[in-house]
Nanobody, 123 residues
């Protein structure tokens, strides 16, 4: 099972930027996703990347503002978040699942999760 550790969360004013990182033990031919969960709301997927070919996926609410990427060694997946808004406030988690696992946004697809990092955007 892949071990995942998130970092980079914090507090920022609306319009600002943050970069989250997900350090992974090893993740060949997998799909790495970033999810978020705000208090009282369901966990939702926001971005994902296929480690093999680098194809990316974004949920509509973050398109054009968030960018997911991985390093050449495929040990770290980053989420660059720009033009942050109050609605982006949540605990952010990275997760790993098989590349052939199906729905990009279904949490059940993923079998490894990090502990989460908090992002707070003040308006």
């Amino acid at each position: 099972q892949v071990q995942l550790v998130e970092s980079g969360g914090g507090s920022v004013q609306a319009g600002g930027s943050l970069r989250l990182s997900c350090a992974a033990s090893e993740y060949s031919y997998m799909y790495i996703g970033w999810f978020r969960q705000a208090p009282g709301k369901e966990r939702e997927g926001v971005a994902g990347i296929y480690s093999g070919g680098g194809a990316t996926r974004y949920v509509d609410s973050v398109k054009g503002r968030f960018t997911i990427s991985q390093d050449d060694a495929k040990t770290t997946v980053s989420l660059e978040m720009n033009s942050l808004i109050a609605e982006d406030t949540a605990m952010y988690y990275c997760a790993a699942g098989l590349a052939s696992g199906g729905n990009c946004w279904d949490p059940d697809r993923f079998n490894s999760w990090g502990q989460g990092t908090q992002v707070t955007v003040s308006s």
